[in-house]
C-alpha cells in the first residue's frame, strides 16, 4: 500500500470511528476512547512538535494507528460497518470545525493551568 492510499484509508477510519461515536449501540467507554483518538488526530498540538526531523512524525505514524486500532475493537462490528458506510458517503472534511475549536480550547487551556502552576 502506497502512503497517500495509507493517509486516505487512515482519514476514513478517523471519519467512521467518529460516526461510530455517534451510535447509540457504542458503549461510553469506547466513545470516551474515540473522543480521545479524535480529537488527538485532528490537534493541531502533537506531542512530539511535527517540525523535529524524524521523531516529529513518529507519534503520527504510531499513536493515531494503534488508537485506531484499540477504538475499532471496542466498536461492535455491526455498527463500524454502517460506521464506515457513513464515512464513505461524508467525507473527512465533514467532521465538525466545533470539534477542533474544542481541541483548540483545550490547549490553551492545559497551557495556562501550566503557566499559573509555575507562577
Do not use: C
Amino acid at each position: 500500500m502506497r502512503w497517500k492510499e495509507a493517509a486516505t484509508q487512515l482519514k476514513q477510519e478517523v471519519n467512521a470511528i467518529y460516526w461510530s461515536a455517534r451510535h447509540p449501540r457504542t458503549s461510553w467507554w469506547a466513545k470516551v476512547w474515540i473522543l480521545l483518538v479524535v480529537a488527538y488526530a485532528i490537534s493541531p498540538i502533537d506531542l512530539i512538535p511535527d517540525f523535529i526531523p524524524v521523531l516529529g512524525y513518529l507519534d503520527d505514524l504510531l499513536l493515531i494507528p494503534i488508537g485506531l486500532y484499540i477504538a475499532i475493537q471496542l466498536i461492535p462490528p455491526d455498527v463500524l460497518v454502517e460506521s464506515r458506510k457513513m464515512a464513505s458517503e461524508k467525507p473527512a472534511s465533514s467532521l465538525p470545525l466545533l470539534g477542533a475549536a474544542i481541541i483548540v480550547f483545550f490547549w490553551i487551556v492545559v497551557i495556562l493551568l501550566i503557566t499559573v502552576s509555575i507562577a
